[in-house]
DNA sequence: GCATTTTATGCTGTATACAATTCTGTATGA
DNA sequence: TCATACAGAATTGTATACAGCATAAAATGC
């Protein structure tokens, strides 16, 4: 049960975090022989890590130039909530065909567990990671490892900007919060889906994101901020 | 405008088509130093494409023991039809909102130029690539780079078996084939969607793709025997 | 003072070397 | 005959060196 990781494991690890919060600031230039000796490895793995991270969309490369973090700009992740419905969705439909009563009383059995936590933190990075473990466990009755792969990878493209605006939410409705008293949105998806009801399922997913995507400019300028003023 | 693609490029384009293709066999390990001889390249270059290629799901990689070709299964290859569904029939959608009367026209005008060739040639290839690039130009009509990008990556991933089923087909229906007498489901997805009716467009979309879907696991077995049956 | 060329610095792109690991084939024993 | 152990070969993983390019800085001309 040992890991036997790699340097280029650990070195890609550590990069993707680093990029998925934009530690780089967007289209920042990354230098290879900083970042290697910060990582404590030689540039070849790391190199072997940025072309990894390169295509799976969290940095750019130009020839010559390097490598490059990833721009920020609202269009970009406007595409990527869009790309998110469609995976999602789709997903949906699947598990509405395949997902067995017993898979389906897991996950609500999940949302069981962690709601209450989720209803109550104050940490929006726990929060978070709760939303996202719950909508890949949905994705995964899906029984398709494509979508899943997908999902994951947007997920993490657009982690830092959901954060900010979980944050913005959060703020908002400080006082009141979903308690019990109205049906959470996944609760809904997840009922529908019990019922084997794809067109309602599909259409609380898609309204359950719509709502983020619709928030995303707003969420993409406050980020940006963040990511300018050193002091937090 | 020149290119001044770089030894990594090169080197990446290359296997990426040979890895299209299944020039490697499913499952196979890849000979580092062989392969980069053959490629006149250095081995450090090769790894850094073979890296972005595991990225992009046309490799796997395991640690201490290298590179392989991804494997081929009737599942992998429904769950990539599945996820070309949820891209395409979501680009579409957008479609309907964001492309102008225009821009369609142009697709429009690139059927009616391309499908005598489509409805007539005997090149499998020709027909796929004519195919697929009808697909990415209806694709783009959505404005959305970021589906764009994964259909481009889904269609490159399923060409291998795409080309056997397509082959397939041809054989049976050799005689009678779409030579304008019945509208070409092409054609039918790209009415609706000037019509902006969006359900139909959808539906057309959907139904287009299942057919292919259904044919996958046949199509595998298929593309099994000729990948293994050295003459052709 | 501004634009342009030249020079210098730093970084990237690739090859190569070598250590560490895995694989293959053979021999040995039950 | 099968399993196990071992030795040699082959292959991978990483570090390092250096050439080539791009960027920044300095110098020159107007």
Redesign the interface.
């Known amino acids: 049960m040992s890991k036997?990781?790699?340097s280029?494991?650990r070195v890609y690890d550590r990069v993707r975090h680093m990029a998925a919060n934009f530690e780089f600031k967007p289209d920042e230039r990354i230098n290879e022989s900083a970042l290697s000796t910060a990582l404590g490895a030689s540039r070849?793995p790391l190199?072997?890590?940025l072309?990894?991270?390169?295509?799976?969309?969290f940095l750019t490369f130009q020839?010559?130039r390097g490598f490059f973090c990833r721009s920020l700009s609202p269009e970009?992740i406007v595409?990527?909530y869009?790309?998110r419905?469609?995976?999602e969705?789709?997903?949906l439909r699947?598990s509405v065909e395949r997902a067995s009563d017993d898979e389906i009383a897991t996950v609500l059995a999940y949302l069981d567990d962690t709601e209450p936590h989720y209803n109550t933190s104050d940490s929006t990075v726990e929060v978070l990671e709760m939303d996202e473990d719950f909508h890949i466990r949905l994705a995964q009755l899906s029984k398709?490892?494509?979508?899943v792969?997908?999902l994951r990878n947007i997920n993490d493209r657009i982690r830092y900007v959901r954060l900010v605006d979980l944050k913005m939410i959060l703020a908002k409705k400080q006082i009141a919060r979903n308690k019990g008293a109205k049906l959470s949105a996944h609760r809904i998806i997840l009922n529908a889906l019990a019922a084997r009801d794809e067109k309602a399922a599909v259409a609380a997913m898609r309204g359950h994101i719509e709502r983020r995507r619709e928030e995303a400019t707003e969420a993409v300028r406050i980020a940006y901020s963040q990511l300018y003023v050193p002091a937090d």
Chains 1, 2 share one sequence.
């Open positions: 036997a990781s790699s280029v494991d070849t190199r072997e890590a072309n990894r991270l390169v295509a799976e969309g020839n010559g970009k595409d990527l869009e790309a419905q469609a995976i969705c789709e997903a699947r398709n490892s494509e979508l792969r997908l």
